[in-house]
């Protein structure tokens, strides 16, 4: 049971290029989140999904587009990176039925972008 | 005002020393509330949560003011293993979906 994984975990992009985050759980949770960490600052909610198929804007979407084709992954794209995406990027899932609180994180995507 | 403000820190405490800190919220319907740890470049884990009549773990004890809108954390007998940054975090339900809202943290050390 890996519980929540991301790839990849460290990643530099020149302005203007895209790439594409993959969050894969094998835990069967239907809700998943998309959060990035900036220095001195808390976790900001980036988009979320709360089933196969569906996904929704969160706190800080702008520059960024997910999918949820499979229930156990959920993807984070940048078309077209900018110097303002330089973060740490977390995944994070839990199940229905179950409090917020009660998220497992993956560990993490370094990203920066020169 | 924000909706969570922690104190940075960083706080620089001795082995065994009792340490707390302090967290205030602007949302007052906030219903839950939680301290997180978060080790240096790893992802944040649940400590604790927070209840109304306030609750003990161990060396921990949270609790809850919601006349003034704050929660704290203290932390007896720190070890070392305690350095960390520890993240206050509640429930908001506004809206269609519920999410999480992330303090910025405070940075504990501590020293030998």
């Known amino acids: 049971n890996a519980g929540v994984t991301q790839t990849p975990k460290f990643r530099v992009l020149k302005t203007g290029q895209s790439m594409t985050l993959l969050c894969a759980q094998d835990m069967n949770h239907e809700y998943m989140y998309w959060y990035r960490q900036d220095p001195g600052m808390g976790l900001r909610l980036i988009h979320y999904s709360v089933g196969e198929g569906t996904t929704a804007k969160g706190e800080v979407p702008d520059g960024y587009n997910v999918s949820r084709l499979k229930k156990q992954n959920f993807l984070l794209g940048l078309e077209s990176a900018a110097p303002s995406q330089t973060s740490v990027y977390f995944c994070?899932?839990?199940?229905?039925?179950?409090?917020?609180?009660?998220?497992?994180f993956g560990p993490g995507t370094r990203l920066t972008v020169t | 005002r924000k909706e969570v403000e922690q104190d940075p820190g960083p706080f620089n405490v001795p082995e065994g020393a009792t340490v707390a800190f302090n967290c205030t919220y602007s949302n007052s319907a906030s219903q839950s509330f939680f301290w997180y740890r978060q080790d240096c470049r790893k992802e944040p884990k649940l400590l604790m949560s927070?209840?109304?009549s306030g609750n003990e773990d161990g060396r921990f004890t949270a609790q809850l003011n919601r006349a003034s809108q704050y929660i704290s954390l203290l932390i007896r007998d720190s070890k070392l293993s305690d350095s960390a940054t520890y993240l206050c975090?509640?429930?908001?339900?506004?809206?269609?979906?519920?999410?999480?809202?992330f303090g910025k943290g405070t940075k504990l050390s501590v020293k030998p």
């Open positions: 927070v209840y109304s």
């Open positions: 994070a899932s839990h199940k229905r039925g179950t409090g917020l609180y009660e998220q497992y």
């Open positions: 975090v509640f429930e908001n339900y506004g809206g269609s979906q519920g999410n999480l809202i």
